[in-house]
C-alpha cells in the first residue's frame, strides 16, 4: 500500500504532507512532515498540482487558501478539530465586537472563517514572537486557545482578552498523572506543549511547540523524558534518540497513551483511495479564501523577518 501511494503521488505530481500526530506509516511515506508552522510554511512554497494533507480539517484548509488553484484532498473530511470546533464564527463575531479597539490573533488551529476575523494567525512555533511583534500597549484579543494564550501573557506580560477555547487531547492531561510518572521516574524531564492546562506547564522542565519539543529531546542529557503531548511525536523521538526512553502522558487509566482521535482517523489506505480518486477534496468560497489568506500571509512574512 506504501508504494502504491507514493507511485500514485508521482504520477499525479503530489505532495504529501504530514503532521507529526499522525501514526508512524504515514509519517515515513509523508514527502514533508513538520507542525502547524512549518506544514503551512510548505504549502505556500509547493509547486505540486494536488495537496494530499495527512493531518485535520482546519490544515487542509490552510493549504486551500494558501493555493486556491491546486486541488487540495483530505483523506477522512471527518478528522476535525476540537479546538476550532470550540470557536464558531457566530459566537466569536460577536465576542470581537465587544473590543472594538483590540486586534486579534488566532491560533493557526481555527476555522478558515475565524482566520477571515482575524488581523495575525499564529503557531505555537512563533506566537509568543507573533505577539511580542506588537507594541506593548496594543489590545490584542487571543483565539481560540486559552491555555497557550495564558501561556503567552505569563511569558510577556500581557493581558490579552482570551477566547475559552481548549485542545481536549492536551487540556484533559492533569497535573495528577504528571506528578505521578514523576515520582515513579524522579531520574526523567518533563517537557509540555503549551496548549497543556497552567497546572502541567508549571511541572514542566521545558514548554515549547512539536518542533521545539523534538529539538529539546534529541539534544536534553537526560536519558528519559516524560511528554505531555499527542502520542505521535514518540515516532520521531525514537527516530532521533533510540537510547532514551520516552514517557507519554496519559490520558486516562486503561492506556498509557494520548491519541487524538481526528488525527488518527488518517489511514494509509484512505490516503490511496484519496489519491485514486481525488477525493475528499477540500472546496472553500473564493471571497472567503481571500479574506482568509491575508491573516495567513502576515504570519508567514512575519515569521520570515523574525528568522523562524
Not at 101 to 111: G, M, T
Not at 194 to 217: H, I, N, R, W
Not at 247 to 254: A, F, G
Amino acid at each position: 500500500m506504501k508504494d502504491k501511494v507514493l507511485k500514485l503521488a508521482k504520477e499525479k505530481n503530489a505532495v504529501i504532507l504530514a503532521h507529526y500526530y499522525q501514526t508512524p506509516d504515514i509519517q515515513e511515506i509523508a514527502h514533508f512532515k513538520g507542525d502547524s508552522l512549518a506544514l503551512a510554511q510548505k504549502a505556500a512554497d509547493t509547486d505540486a498540482d494536488i495537496i494530499l494533507f495527512a493531518g485535520v480539517h482546519f490544515m487542509a484548509e490552510t493549504a486551500k487558501i494558501l493555493n486556491p488553484t491546486k486541488k487540495v484532498l483530505l483523506p477522512d473530511l471527518n478528522a476535525g478539530c476540537s479546538l476550532a470546533e470550540s470557536c464558531k464564527a457566530e459566537d466569536f463575531k460577536k465576542f470581537k465586537d465587544q473590543y472594538p479597539d483590540h486586534i486579534v490573533i488566532s491560533y493557526i488551529n481555527c476555522s478558515a472563517e475565524i482566520k477571515t476575523l482575524s488581523d495575525v494567525i499564529c503557531t505555537s512555533g512563533n506566537a509568543i514572537q507573533i505577539v511580542e511583534s506588537f507594541p506593548k500597549d496594543q489590545k490584542i484579543i487571543f483565539a481560540p486557545d486559552k491555555n497557550l494564550g495564558g501561556y503567552i501573557n505569563r511569558i510577556t506580560g500581557r493581558e490579552m482578552v482570551l477566547w475559552d477555547g481548549t485542545c481536549e487531547v492536551h487540556d484533559i492531561l492533569t497535573a495528577e498523572k504528571v506528578l505521578k510518572l514523576k515520582t515513579e521516574n524522579p531520574d526523567a524531564c518533563l517537557i509540555a506543549h503549551p496548549e497543556c492546562a497552567q497546572p502541567v506547564l508549571m511541572l514542566a522542565d521545558f514548554v515549547g511547540s512539536t518542533t521545539a519539543m523534538l529539538k529539546y529531546a534529541k539534544e536534553s542529557k537526560s536519558e528519559k523524558i516524560i511528554v505531555a503531548t499527542e502520542t505521535g511525536i514518540l515516532h520521531e523521538m525514537q527516530k532521533d534518540s533510540p537510547e532514551k526512553e520516552f514517557l507519554i502522558v496519559p490520558s486516562n487509566e486503561t492506556c498509557a497513551c494520548n491519541d487524538c482521535a481526528h488525527m488518527k482517523l488518517n489511514t494509509m489506505e484512505k490516503l490511496y483511495n484519496a489519491l485514486k480518486n481525488e477525493t475528499p477534496e477540500i472546496i472553500l468560497d473564493e471571497e472567503l479564501m481571500n479574506k482568509g489568506r491575508n491573516s495567513i500571509v502576515r504570519m508567514l512574512d512575519l515569521s520570515k523577518e523574525l528568522g523562524l
